[in-house]
């Protein structure tokens, strides 16, 4: 069983930042993937960044140069630093932790993300 619990979230212009954060309940060594997903109404969910456990990062296109994932082992905490948000970055942002070994995702509550032109 894996908690996470996500902070970070909030109402932004258009060009500005914004540090999500996703605190888990265990050992981040021990969770193979962790990554961030985001949603808006009427979507299904996308991933837009992971890391692992060995510290290899992946991003999806939309954000690629402008997010950055990263990861606090001592603070058993996953960051996602957006920059230069734009409109469409307006979603619900999730963490999800994945024991690859058990084939079990877990997810956060989600965090608003809102982006003004």
């Known amino acids: 069983q894996v908690q996470l619990v996500e902070s970070g979230g909030g109402l932004v212009q258009a060009g500005g930042s914004l540090r999500l954060s996703c605190a888990t309940s265990?050992?981040?060594?021990?969770?193979?993937?962790m990554g961030w997903y985001r949603q808006v109404p009427g979507k299904q969910r996308e991933l837009i960044a992971d890391?692992?456990?060995?510290?290899?990062?992946n991003y999806a296109d939309s954000v690629k140069g402008r997010f950055t994932i990263s990861r606090d082992n001592a603070k058993n905490t996953v960051y996602l630093q957006m920059n230069s948000l734009k409109p469409e970055d307006t979603a619900v942002y999730y963490c999800?932790?994945?024991?690859?070994?058990?084939?079990?995702?877990?997810w956060g509550q989600g965090t608003q993300v809102t982006v003004s032109s």
């Open positions: 265990r050992s981040i060594f021990s969770i193979e993937r």
């Open positions: 890391i692992t456990n060995g510290g290899i990062t």
């Open positions: 999800a932790a994945d024991l690859l070994t058990i084939a079990r995702r877990y």
